[in-house]
């Protein structure tokens, strides 16, 4: 009994000693927590204080006292961004305004003569612009100089032109670049077909456009000697078919006709109505086949010279029909005589007399033929004859039929 009652006490006393124990931990474990949840509030500001800055939404928060509950947050990979790079000739080059660059190279320039090419683009002299022209060689053989980079002689940005597309006057803005072609062999052909491409540096690399379509340069001698070969030959089919003799129906030939009889007028005498028309016609037509050549299409023909033209026809039709009612073919016929284009025939006067009116309707006629070859080989294109001579020409016609239309005495 004694023993369970001394047990008893033992155990009652450890009981409150465990319960004291307990009590002490809570106790510290309060007082410890206090000054750390003080730490995590913010102080009021003081009057005339700024409040404290948050920090940026972005900021790590951070990590747990315990090690045990740290999560590993793994290292942003960087990503190699490339930076942008200067234009290359593989995309489509683009001038100022965003369009793309166009090639502009008038078709039928002689190499004799500088040759144009615009550009879309204002390309300066320090990009080192140069041109090469691609041939085509359906039937013809490579040239060695083909491949070589031509160097222009001037360069002018900046400039303005007029081009026509589909029968429409386009005007644009860019860079005139002209290059010298004299070196360039052509000859014999009156002209080669090209393609134009323009190259330059810009920004550090090397840009090109290319031409829309192909364009001929011509070589203005080789045309001039094809032309003059042509013009011979067509003469020559003339000739021989108006020296053809004729057969009559007993089987004899008929005398042959001479070629200058295209030339003269009812009584024989050489004509310059007739004379003026031969004249222009072969000029003129000799001009038309020689670009023709160059350009392989028929060239435009100005306006001027049709009525030039027109005025020749009319005037030498008028005259001959004006002798053929005045006067008849004499029984022998009259030879004839260079010196006829400045001589009036008449009945009386079987020798002639010289006219003021033919002499100066010859020497416009001189004038213009050769002022109007020249020009059109030194222009490179076929002249448009200015309308004050056209008219000048005109007066000279008139003052030539006025005494043919005249009633007879």
Not at 58 to 81: E, G, I, K, Y
Not at 343 to 363: E, H, R, V
């Amino acid at each position: 009994m004694v023993s369970l009652i001394q047990y008893a006490r033992i155990t009652k006393n450890d009981f409150w000693a465990a319960t004291k124990l307990c009590g002490c931990l809570m106790v510290a474990v309060t007082v410890s927590a206090v000054p750390s949840f003080a730490s995590h509030k913010t102080a009021a500001p003081a009057a005339g204080q700024q409040p404290a800055a948050k920090p940026p939404a972005d900021t790590a928060p951070s990590l747990p006292s315990d090690p045990a509950s740290r999560t590993a947050t793994p290292a942003p990979v960087p990503q190699n961004t490339p930076s942008p790079s200067p234009q290359t000739s593989q995309s489509p080059v683009q001038a100022q305004n965003g369009s793309p660059i166009l090639i502009y190279m008038p078709d039928g320039q002689l190499k004799s003569h500088t040759i144009a090419v615009y550009v879309t683009h204002n390309i300066r002299e320090d990009q080192n612009p140069q041109l090469r022209l691609l041939r085509s060689h359906s039937v013809t053989q490579k040239e060695a100089d083909e491949d070589v980079l031509l160097s222009p002689i001037l360069v002018a940005p900046n400039q303005e032109w007029t081009q026509t597309e589909n029968d429409k006057q386009i005007r644009r803005t860019g860079t005139l670049l002209l290059f010298d072609l004299g070196s360039a062999h052509v000859f014999p052909k009156a002209m080669i077909r090209v393609r134009p491409i323009v190259y330059w540096t810009e920004g550090g690399t090397l840009e090109k456009a290319i031409g829309k379509n192909d364009v001929n340069v011509g070589d203005i001698v080789a045309a001039c000697l094809w032309t003059l070969l042509f013009t011979i030959a067509a003469l020559a089919l003339v000739i021989v078919l108006a020296r053809k003799a004729k057969k009559t129906a007993s089987g004899a030939k008929e005398p042959a006709l001479k070629p200058v009889q295209f030339l003269t007028a009812v009584d024989g005498h050489l004509s310059l109505g007739q004379t003026q028309i031969a004249c222009w016609t072969i000029f003129v037509g000799g001009v038309v086949l020689g670009y023709g050549l160059i350009r392989l299409e028929i060239p435009t023909i100005p306006a001027s010279l049709l009525a030039l033209m027109g005025a020749s026809l009319a005037t030498g039709g008028v005259a001959y029909f004006q002798d053929s009612q005045k006067q008849q073919a004499p029984a022998t016929p009259n030879s004839p005589q260079l010196s006829d284009l400045v001589k009036n025939f008449t009945a009386d006067q079987a020798q002639g007399q010289l006219s003021l009116a033919k002499a100066q309707m010859i020497f416009w006629t001189v004038l213009l033929l050769v002022l109007f070859v020249s020009k059109s080989i030194l222009d490179g294109a076929i002249w448009d004859i200015p309308w004050a001579l056209v008219a000048l020409m005109g007066f000279s016609q008139i003052g030539y039929l006025a005494p043919k239309i005249a009633p007879a005495q």
